[in-house]
C-alpha cells in the first residue's frame, strides 16, 4: 500500500463515522474501483451519488468524506490508467490486528463485486472471458472470507499474498473489461459481411 493511501484511510474512516455510515472505507475503495473496471469514469457529482445510494445517505455527503472519496478515486483513474503497479486496495495499517485488516480484504473485494456489478449490468456471465470470470469468482471467495483465528507471521504472510492476489484479479477485471470494450461486437462482424 503506497504511503498516500495508508494515510488516507483513517481520515475517511472518521469522515465516515461523522456522516453515520457504518460502511468501511475499504469498501467504498472497492466500490470505486469495481466501477472504473467498467470503463465507467464517473464524474464527481455521480460518483457521490452512486456511493451515497450504496450507503443509503440521505443527505449529501459532509465536505471532508466529499473530497476524501473524490481524491480515491483519481488515485484510482491514475492507477488503472498507468501500467496497473500504482494500484494499491486501501486497508487498514499493517500495525493494526490482524483479524480487522482480514475483514477489510473481504469489504474491499465485496465493494469491488458491487461497483463492477453496477457498471456491467445487462452483460451475461456467458460473454466475459474464462479469465474475467476467474478473476470475478476469487474476488468473490475472498469476499466471504473467515476473519483467521491466529495472528502469527505464517497468516500474516498469507494475508500479505491474498491482498496480492486481489490486487492482480482487480487489474485483471479492468484489462479484460477493456479489451472487450474495444473488440467488435459479433452483430457488427455480421453487418459488413453483407
Not at 9 to 29: D, G, I, K, T, W
Not at 122 to 132: M, T
Not at 167 to 194: G, I, N
Request: aromatic share 4%; with cysteine.
Amino acid at each position: 500500500m503506497t504511503d498516500t493511501d495508508s494515510d488516507l484511510f483513517q481520515p475517511l474512516a472518521e469522515a465516515l463515522s461523522h456522516a453515520s455510515v457504518r460502511h468501511s472505507p475499504s469498501e467504498l475503495h472497492g466500490l470505486i474501483c469495481g466501477l472504473l473496471s467498467t470503463g465507467i469514469e464517473t464524474e464527481a457529482p455521480e460518483l457521490l451519488g452512486v456511493l451515497a445510494s450504496h450507503v443509503d445517505l440521505t443527505d449529501n455527503w459532509p465536505a471532508r468524506a466529499a473530497d476524501l472519496l473524490v481524491q480515491l478515486r483519481d488515485q484510482a483513474v491514475s492507477a488503472f490508467d498507468g501500467d496497473g503497479l500504482d494500484l494499491s486496495l486501501l486497508l487498514p495499517d499493517d500495525d493494526e490486528e490482524l483479524a480487522l485488516r482480514v475483514a477489510a480484504l473481504g469489504q474491499w473485494c465485496e465493494g469491488f463485486l458491487t461497483g463492477f456489478g453496477t457498471g456491467s449490468a445487462g452483460v451475461k456471465d456467458a460473454e466475459l472471458a474464462p479469465s474475467l470470470q476467474e478473476a470475478i469468482a476469487d474476488l468473490a471467495a475472498v469476499s466471504q472470507v473467515d476473519v483467521p483465528d491466529g495472528d502469527g507471521e505464517e497468516e500474516e504472510a498469507l494475508l500479505s499474498q491474498v491482498t496480492e492476489h486481489c490486487r492482480m484479479a482487480a487489474l485483471m477485471v479492468f484489462t479484460e473489461w477493456q479489451l472487450k470494450a474495444r473488440a467488435p461486437a459479433k452483430s457488427d462482424a455480421s453487418v459488413t459481411k453483407h
